[in-house]
């Protein structure tokens, strides 16, 4: 996949070199008593839903570089926490959702949270060997830097770590893709026609709904609403059903990306009529 992204400048080839390494340092987190075969499926799964749609987006007229610095000067930065926070209440109780309630919550819903969503524990090793990395970017022992703290100190504003910076402000698009309306979709059943339209957004993943509020969806999403434009302001892009539906330029001006899919077909169409 790393292959199909063809950095434009210097700044793109220094992303794809980190966005590299960081991943090989996710492997190796990911080694344990999982069988060999099992556990590179599904890291290629994850990459596959990490990255596809940026790289997509990229090959479909998006300058990356400068998606990139618009989500280090949006809002995005400042909500990860909170994002992240979110994102483990509702992980965490994701089995009793699909335990509980199984005509109400989607699978893809359930799959998309599971690559997003690692209890602690499962970080510990990762967190291990990424710490050596970033010692050995920095120029200093792991040890040390455990020892005094200085991994716990925030060191987004050091800029050999900007790369990951870029990296963590993707993961988060994804997390506020997913999270946005949540609550909403682990309880299907609860949500009218008067919901959908005081809350448009929940139409922005189809895939998470079942086939009547999907029917629903597809006829609002072709109606313009500020709801729709505050999210596209807000991550940067639309992805839907994994793939770019619509970003904005670096104009501010929506990018739309070729699509056979009647749900981003329709939210392309309103926005044609609202810029």
């Not at 335990?99 to 990762?126: E, R, S, T």
């Not at 830097?145 to 402000?169: C, S, T, V, Y």
């Not at 949540?182 to 079942?210: G, K, S």
Request: with cysteine; net charge negative.
């Amino acid at each position: 996949m790393f292959k199909t992204f063809k950095p434009a400048n210097a700044y793109e080839e220094d992303f794809l070199d980190h966005a590299k390494t960081f991943e090989a340092m996710h492997l190796i987190g990911m080694f344990s008593d999982t069988p060999i075969p099992k556990m590179a499926q599904r890291f290629l799964e994850t990459l596959n839903f990490f990255y596809k749609p940026f790289f997509d987006a990229k090959r479909g007229g998006l300058e990356m570089d400068a998606y990139l610095h618009y989500l280090a000067k949006s809002p995005v930065p400042q909500r990860r926490l909170d994002a992240y926070n979110v994102l483990g209440i509702y992980g965490s109780a994701m089995k009793d959702y699909l335990c509980f309630n199984p005509d109400g919550i989607a699978q893809n819903l359930v799959d998309d949270v599971a690559y997003l969503y690692k209890p602690h524990g499962a970080w510990d090793i990762f967190n291990d060997w990424f710490k050596a990395l970033i010692a050995s970017m920095l120029n200093q022992d792991a040890g040390y830097m455990e020892k005094h703290g200085i991994f716990a100190k925030n060191l987004a504003n050091n800029p050999q770590l900007a790369p990951f910076d870029a990296m963590q402000n993707l993961y988060a698009v994804r997390v506020l893709r997913v999270i946005q309306d949540i609550d909403a979709y682990v309880d299907l059943q609860d949500i009218t026609p008067e919901i959908l339209q005081q809350r448009p957004t929940i139409c922005l993943n189809p895939n998470y709904l079942n086939p009547p509020l999907q029917q629903a969806c597809q006829t609002l999403l072709g109606q313009p609403h500020l709801e729709f434009k505050a999210q596209l302001e807000l991550l940067g892009i639309l992805i839907m059903d994994n793939a770019p539906c619509v970003a904005l330029d670096t104009n501010q001006q929506p990018l739309f990306f070729y699509t056979k899919d009647a749900f981003c077909q329709a939210l392309q169409t309103s926005f044609k009529k609202e810029f």
